[in-house]
């Protein structure tokens, strides 16, 4: 009888077993096992199409030369064939286009054999000669493909290099000129350089300690500590360097692991990932203090960078081993993308550890599977990357079509509309590509937009607005003159609004008429509160693009507002209750009121700078600085004239009674976090037990 589960079940196991054989034997692979995202320009993830898809997956079982036992490195030639250090099997094994062959012995030129000891590094010259790290012999090879041994390195003769310590080298790089560079372990003082003829040259491109205030702390306290406890340090000696890669320009590309926090998954900071230029400057420069850098840079610190390559086109991957995922920059370290992950599916990884590129192709070694997995670009990552080989010269105008095509793939990618408004900057549309900055939430180029803009502006209706304004002076003028326009007195006593305006016109003088005649008005305090209040609203939503770009859905505006006004309830509490101790007068009412009127000025500037960050470029933002700083000193001379008539404090007692405020709220904040704490660990004490006399009562039913 015809059993339609049991055949729907044997199709799924031969379905299985076809992807799982096509995963093992290196053939094409179509399943994706794998995501691929950004980081936007306002720091969000945004998930994007792949930019590459997963060709095939080698094997060493599948190629011919048995598998591969715990790999540690990999070049890529010219002629796209693979060199693979096959660390656990001692030997190199070289993957054709047509052939495939290892290498575990070779041959020194009087016919005696040397084989290697755990190969940890290896690369080719631009002449096929093959140079290997012999790890566990502390030496290099450097040989021919059929493993003549052409030179051999040791332990320099050099006084870095003194008997205390071995030469152990790890990874390797060769330069256009046969300059090798070699990195070895423990060598904080950079990587070891040799001639073509293996002559040890010194040391190149170390990395430095920057030096922090923390850790000029740290090494005080260390002069104090027992061993144990320094131990339990973090380290400041210059991290060597795990991975070394020459471009096609000689320029060195070096990656060197940051410590991590005693204790903690968290390392200190993002690890140092470095292009050297000849001269040994570091050409690199991810822009950390802003998104997307910001966001990068924050994740990189649960992340471990442990090998990198270039392209020629500048194009840089990076492989990281802690979530196994890589990293895709164009030449200005602008992220493309970032994919792979954790596990055994096409697309995924155990433990990856090196990375090479040739032509269109990424090929990614994995240690633990003994694999090798080759990319290719998707359709999507081909527009994206001939848009940014454009994207980065003076013919920007070319690649518009390019991100368009782009943009009908994921509309979100703020790369393709920056791209666009750099296109349309340069062809003179200043207007148009400040809509595409905007859109692609860049406010440093949309500054320069703006500016280019304004400059047209001024220069098309600059004397038309002059002259207007002239008329309406001199309109003004005749009026006033023949008596149309009539001064008006302002009287502070008419009511309480008009007090409340004298008193921050006249400091001093308005406050002893407010406390004299009393005419201070709590109503009037909370629309002075709703002023301060709306400020930062008023900031989210009007602030110019050219200084920030807010991304309103990020911001709680309940929180917002209640920041605002716990500013005001703490400077009242806790001036009413250090002022009793130093006999101020004001009651709690009063402090309340006076305080809120001190907030005038400083927001009236607020909402100047506001409206002035819509016509002033960054480069003119002291203007801006200059009229906060008024509205603060403007608000400090209302607090003082407010505590001189109100708590009828005198010379250094309004001094004292600020500075008392200041140490008040300090507390009261510090107060409130330990009573926050101590609730979380009541609540969640409380439920701890809860749940353990409820599961009590469960096996007790049973």
């Not at 306290?221 to 061993?227: R, V």
């Not at 070394?244 to 903690?264: E, G, H, K, Q």
């Not at 693009?545 to 500013?567: H, R, S």
């Amino acid at each position: 009888m015809f059993n339609a589960k049991k055949l729907l079940s044997s199709v799924r196991i031969i379905v299985i077993t076809i992807s799982a054989i096509a995963l093992i034997s290196g053939i094409p692979v179509s399943a994706k096992n794998y995501s691929t995202y950004t980081y936007s320009n306002t720091g969000d993830i945004s998930y994007s199409p792949d930019i590459y898809s997963v060709v095939s997956v080698i094997k060493g079982s599948d190629i011919g030369v048995g598998a591969m036992l715990s790999p540690s490195d990999m070049a890529v030639d010219s002629s796209g064939t693979i060199y693979v250090a096959d660390t656990g099997n001692n030997r190199i094994v070289i993957i054709g286009k047509e052939s495939t062959k290892s290498l575990s012995e070779f041959r020194f030129s009087d016919g005696s054999v040397t084989n290697l000891t755990e190969p940890q590094g290896v690369c080719v010259d631009k002449n096929g000669r093959i140079y290997i790290c012999d790890t566990g012999n502390n030496r290099i090879l450097c040989t021919d493909r059929t493993g003549n041994i052409l030179m051999k390195i040791t332990k320099p003769d050099s006084q870095y290099f003194t008997e205390g310590i071995e030469f152990i080298p790890k990874r390797i790089a060769v330069d256009s000129a046969a300059n090798i560079y070699v990195s070895s372990v423990g060598a904080y003082q950079g990587l070891s350089l040799f001639s073509s003829q293996g002559e040890f040259s010194g040391f190149y491109g170390a990395e430095e300690v920057e030096t922090t205030a923390e850790v000029l702390k740290d090494y005080v306290w260390k002069q104090f500590m027992t061993e144990e406890q320094k131990d339990t340090m973090a380290s400041y000696i210059p991290p060597e360097a795990c991975n070394v890669y020459i471009n096609n320009r000689d320029f060195v590309l070096t990656i060197a692991n940051s410590y991590y926090v005693p204790n903690t998954s968290e390392k200190s900071e993002m690890d140092s990932i470095r292009l050297l230029n000849p001269k040994g400057v570091n050409t690199l420069n991810l822009k950390t203090e802003s998104f997307p850098g910001r966001a990068i840079a924050e994740d990189a610190k649960y992340l471990n960078f442990v090998a990198g390559c270039i392209d020629a086109n500048g194009f840089l991957t990076l492989v990281d081993n802690a979530q196994n995922k890589i990293f895709r920059f164009d030449s200005a370290m602008n992220l493309i993308g970032i994919f792979g992950g954790r596990g055994n599916n096409a697309g995924t990884f155990i433990t990856p550890v090196d990375v090479d590129t040739f032509g269109n192709s990424l090929y990614i070694l994995d240690s633990a599977n003994g694999t090798v997995t080759v990319y290719g670009e998707t359709e999507y990552g081909t527009l994206i990357h001939e848009a940014l080989v454009i994207y980065n010269t003076a013919e920007q105008t070319k690649a518009v079509g390019l991100w368009e095509e782009v943009l009908t793939y994921n509309s979100n990618y703020d790369l393709a509309y920056i791209g666009i408004g750099r296109a349309l900057l340069n062809s003179g549309n200043a207007k148009e590509a400040m809509k595409y900055f905007e859109l692609g939430h860049d406010s440093e180029l949309y500054n320069d937009a703006f500016g280019v803009y304004r400059t047209e502006v001024v220069r098309t209706y600059g004397a038309l607005a002059t002259g207007i304004l002239a008329v309406l002076f001199l309109t003004y003028a005749i009026l006033k003159r023949k008596g149309v326009i009539k001064n008006t007195s302002f009287n502070p006593d008419k009511n309480k609004t008009t007090a409340m305006i004298y008193a921050v016109r006249h400091p001093n003088d308005g406050f002893e008429r407010l406390k004299a005649k009393q005419t201070i008005s709590l109503p009037l305090s909370f629309v002075c509160l709703a002023i301060f209040a709306f400020l930062r609203l008023f900031e989210i939503q009007f602030t110019g693009k050219q200084f920030e770009m807010i991304n309103i859905n990020e911001i709680n505006l309940f929180w917002e507002i209640c920041g605002t006004v716990a500013i005001l309830v703490l400077w009242t509490l806790s001036n009413w209750c250090f002022s009793v101790l130093i006999e101020g007068k004001a009651t709690l009412k009063e402090i309340w009121i006076i305080s809120s009127y001190c907030l005038i000025p400083y927001s009236l500037a607020g909402y100047i700078k506001v409206i002035l960050s819509n016509y002033l470029v960054r480069e003119e933002g002291f203007f801006s600085s200059v009229i906060i700083i008024i509205g603060i000193l403007w608000s400090l001379l209302m607090i003082i004239g407010a505590l001189t008539n109100f708590h009828e404090f005198e010379g250094m007692g309004i001094l004292k009674a600020i500075l008392l405020t200041l140490l008040g709220m300090a507390i009261i904040l510090i107060l409130v976090f330990v009573v926050y704490m101590l609730v979380q660990q009541f609540v969640s004490t409380f439920l701890q037990l809860f749940n353990e006399v409820l599961f009590g009562i469960k096996v007790g039913w049973r």
